[in-house]
């Protein structure tokens, strides 16, 4: 597929691949050359918690992400 670099370097994803690989506006990714060198790739990022990587209930605490079960589980260890 072709796409088309505007004057200020920005690239329209096309509908196709921002359904498919969920993009949505505001969306996080990252943008890597390729390993061969010959181009970029982008990666969706998606949140995780960052202890047992679970992606639901996430809360951010001082840029950390952390899920529910996680966050109890440290408060609980803070606690005792
Ligand atoms: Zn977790």
Same mark, same amino acid.
């Given at each position: 597929? +072709?796409?088309n670099?505007?004057?200020?370097? *920005?690239v329209?994803i096309p @509908?196709k $691949? *921002? &359904? &498919?690989?969920? !993009?949505?506006p505001?969306?996080?990714a990252n943008? #890597? =050359?390729? =390993? ?5 790739? #982008?990666f969706? #990022? +998606? =949140? @995780?918690?960052?202890?047992?990587g679970s992606? *639901?209930?996430l +809360?951010?605490i &001082?840029?950390?992400?952390l899920?529910?079960?996680?966050k @109890?589980?440290f @408060? $609980?260890k !803070?606690?005792?």
């Amino acid at each position: 597929m +072709t796409v088309n670099i505007d004057g200020s370097g *920005r690239v329209v994803i096309p @509908k196709k $691949y *921002r &359904e &498919e690989f969920n !993009l949505k506006p505001d969306s996080t990714a990252n943008l #890597l =050359p390729s =390993p061969d060198g010959m181009g970029l790739v #982008l990666f969706r #990022l +998606t =949140p @995780k918690c960052a202890n047992c990587g679970s992606e *639901r209930e996430l +809360t951010v605490i &001082e840029n950390i992400c952390l899920c529910e079960g996680c966050k @109890k589980l440290f @408060k $609980y260890k !803070l606690n005792k």
